[in-house]
């Protein structure tokens, strides 16, 4: 659980903007956690890898959130810069 102090600090500051999407973000982080328990008791180390996948992704997801709100940008449209360029093209 190297990774549970990012998660419950990504999850709380995401929630606290899109609650729906920390709860669907979140279930995917502990859906990853339980697969990664299961490959890792069936098969061994190298058992880890899906469930490792699926919980970064997971986590992923809610940092990417977490700088959007930061950012003050909504959501998937003003990440990356998406929005600016977005918005360039609309001006010409």
């Known amino acids: ?13 995401c929630a606290a903007t ?3 999407l920390a ?3 979140g279930a995917v982080w502990v859906l990853g956690k339980i697969v990664y328990c299961i490959g890792y008791s ?14 970064t992704f997971g ?5 990417c959130s977490d ?3 930061y950012s003050k940008r909504k959501i998937f449209a003003g990440s990356f810069g998406l929005y600016d360029q ?6 010409n």
């Not at 659980?1 to 500051?13: D, G, H, R």
């Not at 977005?86 to 001006?91: F, N, T, V």
């Open 1 to 13: 659980m190297e990774n549970f102090p990012s998660f419950i600090l990504s999850f709380n500051v």
């Open 18 to 20: 899109y609650p729906r």
């Open 23 to 25: 709860s669907a973000f």
């Open 42 to 55: 069936t098969k061994g180390p190298s058992g880890r890898r899906r469930g490792a996948y699926i919980s």
């Open 59 to 63: 986590l992923v997801v809610l940092v």
């Open 67 to 69: 700088y959007c709100r």
């Open 86 to 91: 977005y918005l360039a093209c609309a001006q």
